[in-house]
């Protein structure tokens, strides 16, 4: 019967995806997928992915059994604003990415003219300005809301999530320029305090509201599709009541553009002697690396597979190159294992930057640790997905590199985890499903995940 | 003093010792400031930071290790590239790295002045005191900026 059934949708820049979950029997009934026809009309592709999707016993209902979410037409593209890099501005960057966001690009102090017209060239959905703790710097958030508010060719919207005490007279500019302008929550109101939530909330309205629409999806969209899978993560880790989570988890997710690492866990420091620098990470940490996608913009992972060469991998640098010119998915074993071997190479690196790193200082007083970012070290628990992964021949092999690696102590990789595999692709639907039934979500996920 | 004047307390560099900037906290608290409490083992660059993200009015800094002139080598360059002349900064604890300098206050003083510092404080100080000397200095701080 159709209300047992639950369609989850995900409008890919590629691909339109579509995942059915039976509620009752909670578990997988079929994933499909077609061209997505987002430039033209959105609706087409769905149709047809449903199509694909249909076999006698499939009733899909009416359209308000769907849940969407979107990376299309370039995902949620934003731009961060804030005022000292270390501080303001990353606290920007880290939010923005934690609400599922593409950070384009992140800019600090006050923006220049020349900053001004590059953010006008990369056309974000969003400006997320940012910069003073509550009560402290006002200069450059102003200066900065007054540089934006003037420009006429700048579309994005505009949110200010900096000093509170800016507000009034921000408002005031925007008002005077005929603009429209967001408020939420400083997110760094004070030194040390990294506080996402209200400003991850307000970029998510706003996606749902009017980017989406934007980019021509008339269906109601959710969420982004990374902000799917970092759903997916946390209710993994947390379970439901009468489910126990997994714990601190880690996510790695492939794909042919990026590679998107999740954590999920507390920074804690490693060592009661260790002491934590740096700004705080959020509880729930999304890295993006738009360098590392396997597909396309190779040449960083060309570049890691060259300096890591012994005597066999010359045939995975020319394999590395021929794609980097084709984009062709492997179709021999051959080329399935080289694909993989390439995976590899990414996820290595990619785990590498988002990963806790220790650093050892030797003062007259003895060995000072500084920690910055996640001690990861504890995580027993590492999950695979995108395309690269779940098809590939030998799936754990790529994920072994998040393993700790004594050559390099520094590194806080999981020492001893698990491995598991999204094995029917279908993460980003567990992290919309559990906007409606985290507790069925849990247990379908449960079940769909394999481990290797 | 009508507005909440900000400061920033810690520890510079590596040195752990943390009860006298505590202290200094809690008094600054009592008398009407607001505190940014940084701790001990607060690299140089983090007072710098903080005090632009937050448009601190004064820096109170704490050294016990006699580590301090070290530390704060190219303190005032770097507080005047991130824009902070205008920052109070103050000095204490136990600056001196040698008996000679320990015994020689006031030589020692001049040497912080010239690193930066407005006032600088031997071990044994009267915190009430100092709280006076900030607000007096805070105080014609705000009289020039309004004249000029």
């Not at chain 2, 632009?52 to 016990?64: C, F, G, H, P, W």
Request: with cysteine; hydrophobic share 40%; aromatic share 6%.
């Amino acid at each position: 019967m159709s209300q047992h059934q639950k369609v989850l949708v995900d409008f890919g820049s590629t691909f339109t995806k579509v995942v059915i979950f039976d509620l009752s029997r909670e578990s997988l009934v079929v994933r499909s997928q077609a061209i997505s026809t987002v430039g033209v009309d959105a609706t087409v592709g769905l149709k047809r992915a449903i199509q694909n999707a249909l076999t006698p016993g499939i009733n899909v209902g009416s359209s308000n059994n769907y849940l969407a979410s979107s990376s299309a037409a370039g995902g949620l593209r934003m731009i961060c604003s804030g005022f000292v890099p270390e501080m303001s501005s990353e606290a920007a960057r880290r939010v923005a990415l934690g609400a599922g966001a593409k950070v384009v690009e992140t800019f600090s102090h006050k923006l220049t003219r020349s900053e001004i017209k590059r953010i006008q060239q990369l056309g974000p959905d969003i400006i997320l300005l940012c910069g003073g703790t509550d009560g402290g710097n006002s200069e450059v958030l102003i200066h900065n809301a007054k540089t934006i508010a003037a420009d006429a060719r700048l579309l994005g919207r505009v949110l200010v999530a900096g000093n509170k005490e800016t507000h009034d007279e921000i408002e005031k500019i925007f008002m005077l320029a005929k603009k429209s302008v967001l408020f939420c929550e400083n997110v760094l109101p004070e030194i040390g305090n990294l506080n996402p939530d209200p400003c991850n909330t307000q970029i998510r309205e706003l996606f749902i509201r009017h980017i989406v629409k934007a980019k021509g999806i008339k269906e109601d969209v959710l969420m982004p599709t990374p902000l799917a899978v970092l759903n997916a993560a946390k209710l993994l880790a947390e379970g439901v009541p009468g489910a126990r989570g997994l714990g601190d988890l880690v996510v790695i997710d492939v794909g042919g553009s990026t590679t998107d690492v999740v954590s999920i866990g507390k920074q804690r420091p490693a060592h009661s002697h260790t002491v934590l620098r740096g700004l705080p990470e959020p509880y729930a940490k999304r890295t993006v690396e738009g360098d590392l996608g396997v597909r396309f913009g190779l040449e960083k992972i060309v570049e890691l597979a060259e300096r890591d060469k012994d005597s066999g991998d010359n045939e995975l640098i020319r394999y590395s190159r021929a794609v980097w010119q084709t984009a062709q998915l492997p179709s021999s074993d051959m080329e399935k294992r080289l694909d993989s071997q390439l995976a590899r190479v990414a996820v290595e690196e990619a785990f590498e930057r988002h990963v806790g790193k220790v650093e050892i200082q030797y003062t007259h007083i003895g060995e000072m640790a500084y920690q910055y970012g996640k001690d990861l070290t504890e995580v027993e628990h590492v999950i695979g997905t995108g395309g690269p992964i779940v098809f590939s021949p030998d799936p754990r092999k790529i994920l072994e590199g998040v393993v700790y690696n004594r050559d390099s102590p520094h590194l806080l990789k999981p020492k001893h985890p698990r491995f598991w595999v999204d094995q029917h692709y279908v993460l980003y639907a567990i992290g919309l499903l559990a906007e409606e039934f985290p507790e069925k979500a849990f247990r379908i996920m449960e079940k769909t995940l394999k481990e290797i | 003093m009508n507005k909440k004047w900000k400061v920033i307390t810690g520890t510079v560099g590596m040195d752990a010792h943390v009860i006298g900037t505590k202290i200094l906290s809690r008094v600054l608290k009592e008398n009407g400031f607001k505190v940014i409490e940084l701790g001990c083992l607060t690299p140089v660059d983090d007072f710098i930071k903080t005090a632009q993200e937050t448009a601190a009015d004064a820096i109170l800094m704490s050294s016990l290790y006699g580590m301090a002139e070290f530390d704060l080598e190219d303190f005032k360059k770097k507080l005047m590239e991130a824009g902070l002349s205008n920052v109070i900064l103050y000095i204490g604890g136990n600056l001196a790295s040698s008996r000679e300098e320990f015994a020689n206050f006031e030589q020692l003083k001049k040497k912080f002045e010239v690193l930066g510092f407005h006032r600088v404080y031997p071990p044994s100080v009267d915190l009430v005191q100092v709280i006076k000397e900030l607000e007096g200095d805070l105080e014609a701080r705000d009289r020039s900026c309004l004249n000029r």
